[in-house]
């Protein structure tokens, strides 16, 4: 386990960013029930942990994407975190709605972006893959280079990796469900009996029923 992962997992778990209730499930908006509850956002409210996530961010980005001209953050989640990267690298910022906006100049991308710019997309959680890989497809149908994303946070599902080899994204994410379990069963966050149930709702989460 790279110790840099652990520390971002311990710190979302102290900061209730993420919740694991493997015996009272979580139902997400899509209806999937689920044993963990992500919401990363609440990191901002905690400035040393918004401030490691910031940094964490910034080396990740320094050491894989060297070329890197601007930050664009995905709406809404990673607006926040976007910007606090974008301003450490002192390098411009963007993001990316879900939509264009339906008045005034209908912008899609919000920002200055340019043509053949090489950008790296924040986001704040991977989960399916979906609506982080349309952000990635609207910069590249502006005309930007994406070089790769990096996230918070990804659940791991077989189906978000294969949505992201599939686009062609390269990703990074600062930690992960497999490291996040593991330190909770260090922790005694959940008792070792819990393991089969997390392992088993990763692989299958849609028709996980708890």
Known sequence: MK?????????LLECNAIKLSPDKPFQWASGWKSPIYCDNRKT?????????IKYSFA?????KFLSTEAIAGVATGAIAQGALVADMLDLPFMYVRSEAKGHGLENLIEG??????????VEDLISTGGSSLKAVHALRQYGCEVLGMVAIFT?????AEMAFREAGCSLFTLSNYEVLVDLALETGYIPAG????????????????G
């Open 155 to 159: 659940y791991g599902f077989p189906k």
């Open 59 to 63: 080396e990740l980005i320094k050491e």
């Open 194 to 209: 819990n393991l089969e149930t997390l392992r088993e709702w990763r692989q299958s989460p849609e028709t996980w029923k």
């Open 3 to 11: 110790k840099s992962e652990k520390l971002i997992a311990t710190l």
């Open 44 to 52: 901002l409210a905690f400035p040393q942990i918004r401030k490691a």
């Open 112 to 121: 200055d972006p340019q043509k053949g710019q090489q950008v790296v997309v």
